[in-house]
């Protein structure tokens, strides 16, 4: 914030989100910062996935990015801003992709008409968009990823969006954002999950359990966990720690000692996958 411009983390009064109240986030959030977090954790790699930087200069971030990983080592994966509508959409991916440690996309499309606080996107109909579609098509020429973040009710449209780009990998953030724990809408999670995991360029985080249940607990999250594996197969899913938004609601050692407790009964080789393997793989790390 103090060299960058981050309209949410500046906002006054903060944005009114299923976050909750994040002000304890605006502030500087450093590099020493996050390794001294995860490092006693163990971690020996990370993506940054973007976060709203100016997206007046999507391109600017990156090239923050990189030379914070050419000092320091992390991230070694960097996944960037482009809205996809925008006329010079190949321009800037092309931009991008100059960077040693780029990897793919994000652009945030979870949208509902009926509570503002679950809308991330500017505008609710980018899956739709002709324009929107066709900046998605330039993925593959880059070899880049899209990282998918929507609610279960856009499920799937994205799904039939996907099954078009069977060559560009793509991966859903935050299992899905199950916001809604009831029966009904725990259905209507499960049936998008499985119309999604029926697509084999598809993949799942597993993460944000804090930001979207401020009062997590292991059992609480284990159904989401177990379920997401057992729909898209083990080879297709990966924790992740949405820090610092998760350190809100959980350290970082006990977010992982969680993860770890609800795979318990999992051999050592699917542990290993879930915590680096396949994280490895999709981002090229």
Known sequence: MEKHHYEWLEADPIFDTFIGDYSPMCRNYV????????????????????????????????????????????????????????????DLLESHAHFANFRGIRQNLNWDEH???????????????????????????????????????????AASLVARHPQTPVILNHAGLPLDRTPEAMTLWREGMKLLASLPNMSVKLSGFGMMDHGWTIERIRPIILDSIDLFGL?????????????LYADYGALFEAFNEVVAGFSSSERS????????????L
Not at 235 to 247: I, K, L, Q, T, Y
């Open 115 to 157: 509570d503002a606080r679950r809308s991330f996107a500017d505008r609710g109909d980018y899956l739709a968009d002709s324009s929107w579609q066709k900046g998605f098509s330039l993925l593959e020429r880059f070899d880049m990823s899209f990282d998918l973040q929507i609610l279960p009710h856009q499920m799937g449209q």
């Open 235 to 247: 080879e297709r899913c990966m924790f992740a720690s949405n820090f610092p938004v998760d350190g």
């Open 31 to 90: 590099i020493q910062d996050y390794l001294a977090e995860a490092t006693p954790a163990g971690v020996t790699k990370s993506v940054h996935i973007q976060c709203e930087f100016d997206p007046s200069k999507p391109v600017r971030e990156t090239e923050w990015l990189q030379g914070i990983a050419d000092e320091y080592g992390f991230p070694q994966g960097i996944v960037g801003f482009v809205n996809l509508a925008r006329a010079d959409a190949g």
């Open 273 to 284: 996958a879930l915590f680096a393997g396949n994280a490895n793989r999709f981002y090229r």
